[in-house]
């Protein structure tokens, strides 16, 4: 398993939700994973994900929130490779969801939103958004790397000033139609896993980093000692 579902797997076992936090970790999965469909009974939700646990957090959520009733399905499907796709079915409430959660196309997304106004609100948004779109590069096997990525440009921005409320150092770019917020500097990657509760995840990451660090320290004295032999073997041959 890879470190970004450790990390994915570790904050989907959360279960101690405050109250205000239901809606607003909710809030990021559905903005993350949602789309909206019309159909001639009205609008619907379906949410799409890879990983049926995020499925499985949702379901509670959505009938303890909101009464629903949720129809629950997968599918396999072919590109490069087979890859299972589960899907939930919301129809119950939609309207009243999609308005909540402002899951229309280019609706506004602010900070001062009911949902995520308290601090560990927005702290839960950015989890359950990281769940749906985000990914970490392992820390001991390639370059320092965190990312959120969408297609949709409003959702990712309003993510980037979150974090920036927090002060991380987050950068935006387009790759491949898509929006990505990303972070490369090892201090703010710490500090987005720890704003999102991945407590395990720090402690990892904090420990691949000190070894990684220390072993480039070592790596760096080492060549300075050779180069220092060999200045002075040189130097020690011009006087012969």
Not at 16 to 32: E, F, H, I, P, T
Not at 64 to 93: A, P, T, W
């Amino acid at each position: 398993m890879s470190f970004a579902s450790e990390v994915k797997k570790e904050l989907l076992n959360i279960s101690s939700l405050d109250n205000c936090c239901k809606k607003a970790v909710l809030y990021g999965l559905l903005q993350g994973n949602s789309e909206i469909m019309i159909t001639s009974s009205g609008m619907k939700i379906i949410v799409k994900s890879t990983i049926l646990n995020v499925l499985k957090v949702m379901m509670p959520l959505l009938k303890e929130l909101y009464d629903v009733n949720i129809g629950m399905s997968y599918k396999d499907e072919v590109s490069l490779r087979k890859r299972r796709f589960y899907y939930l079915e919301i129809i119950d409430h939609a309207d009243e969801i999609i308005s909540e959660f402002k899951l229309m196309p280019f609706t506004h997304l602010s900070r001062s939103d009911a949902i995520i106004e308290n601090a560990c609100c927005k702290s839960a948004f950015l989890r359950g958004l990281f769940i749906a779109k985000g990914s970490i590069n392992d820390p001991r096997k390639n370059c320092y790397h965190f990312e959120i990525s969408s297609s949709k440009d409003n959702l990712i921005r309003f993510a980037a000033r979150l974090f920036k409320s927090k002060g991380i150092n987050v950068s935006i770019m387009e790759r491949r139609n898509q929006y990505v917020l990303y972070v490369k500097r090892s201090e703010d990657i710490s500090s987005c896993l720890a704003i999102i509760g991945a407590s395990s995840g720090v402690f990892y990451f904090e420990d691949s980093r000190i070894r990684r660090d220390l072993s480039n320290h070592i790596n760096r004295q080492t060549n300075c000692d050779i180069a220092n032999v060999i200045k002075s073997t040189k130097a020690a041959n011009s006087q012969l």
